[in-house]
């Protein structure tokens, strides 16, 4: 489920209003296998909107026994002077260490409406 919201509060008064949307990812791309200890990196691919207004804000992970979910999302600045051409995230990564020995899955969370994406890495002593 996505929530969208108009940020308040401590922004400046020339800066435009903003929107928090959730990014739809169509791929991601890591290492199938990664011994303990060692970093282990996920890069995002997707649109991250039709103009310039859009741009990638923060991951969400969160993790369970032997699993891993995203959420990623962006801002959207709500303005007249927007620059059409689509946006993309063009490999934002994000690095996590700790893993412990065995198999991994990672869940991309999607927006309502797009399939969820789904891999696995395994991690050997």
């Not at 990196?41 to 979910?69: A, I, Q, R, W």
């Not at 600045?77 to 996590?96: F, I, S, T």
Request: proline fraction near 4%; include cysteine.
């Amino acid at each position: 489920s996505s929530m969208i919201y108009l940020s308040s509060g401590c922004k400046k008064d020339n800066e435009p209003d903003t929107i928090e949307y959730q990014i739809a990812i169509d791929s991601i791309q890591h290492a199938d296998t990664v011994t303990v200890g060692e970093l282990f990196e996920v890069y995002f691919y997707g649109v991250l909107g039709p103009n310039d207004c859009y741009s990638f804000n923060k991951f969400v992970p969160e993790f369970g026994v032997n699993t891993m979910y995203f959420s990623l999302y962006g801002i959207q600045e709500l303005r007249d002077d927007c620059v059409d051409g689509p946006k993309y995230m063009n490999g934002q990564g994000a690095g996590l260490q700790d893993m412990t020995a065995g198999e991994w899955t990672i869940t991309v969370y999607q927006p309502e409406g797009v399939q969820e994406i789904t891999s696995t890495v395994y991690v050997q002593e």
